[in-house]
């Protein structure tokens, strides 16, 4: 069976132009995972590879199925400024590897906590998991493969992951609309949840 790698790079490459800069970022248990930095405008956008090498499976089966089970690659778009967002490389490898250490299946709607700030400085210890499809499409792999999906990250405040678990991650995109947030911005306070 074909490494998968290889075939996301290139479709990170098509969607975002070469990356400037890459890291890597290996776990003991784990398999190594890169972070890619895309520059676009006053954007940079950080994508991991690696996390869709191995397929996610469900934490309560007894046997993981080498071959079946959802695949995904991360996405994290900033509007860097004075912001160090550089430093998130590794926090976003932790967070791609945690299927492989942790048995999580990461998936829309999930919430994603680091443990401290995305980087020095951040008003945001965790990320929401959007719906792929819109900066990268999904990679069709080779049946009896799923596809590759590319799930971008939204950073949270605490007290917006905190309104998230009660009131659903939904709610809280509807209340990002509605109130104007810029979700690229490193340092924007928590949106008005009462």
């Known amino acids: 069976m074909a490494d998968v790698l290889p075939l996301v790079e290139a479709r ?3 969607a975002l132009g070469e ?12 398999d190594r995972v890169e972070v890619l930095r895309f520059r676009e405008g006053d954007i940079v956008r950080y994508a991991t590879l690696g996390m869709s090498a191995q397929p996610m499976s469900d934490p309560t089966a007894v046997l993981a199925d080498p071959v079946k089970g959802p695949r995904a690659e991360l996405l994290l778009s900033v509007r860097p400024g004075d912001a160090d967002t550089d430093k998130v490389l590794r926090p976003l490898a932790v967070l791609a590897a945690s299927p ?3 048995g999580v299946v990461v998936a829309p709607g999930a919430s994603l906590d680091v443990g401290g ?3 020095p400085g951040a008003p945001f210890t965790s990320v929401l998991v959007a719906e792929p499809g819109g900066l990268v499409e999904d990679l069709e792999l080779d049946e009896p493969l799923d596809p590759v999906r590319f799930l ?6 605490p007290n917006e992951a ?6 659903g991650a939904q709610a809280l995109q509807e209340r990002w609309l509605t109130n104007g ?9 928590s949106v008005p949840l009462d």
Not at 19 to 30: C, E, I, K, N, S
Not at 152 to 157: A, G, S, V
Not at 181 to 189: E, H, N
């Open 12 to 14: 990170l490459c098509t």
């Open 19 to 30: 990356p400037d800069a890459r890291a890597a970022v290996t776990f003991l248990g784990a």
């Open 100 to 102: 492989q250490v942790e």
């Open 117 to 119: 700030p995305l980087w």
């Open 152 to 157: 971008p990250l939204l950073p949270m405040t």
């Open 162 to 167: 905190a309104w998230k678990r009660v009131h």
């Open 181 to 189: 947030t810029d979700l690229r911005d490193p340092s924007r306070g």
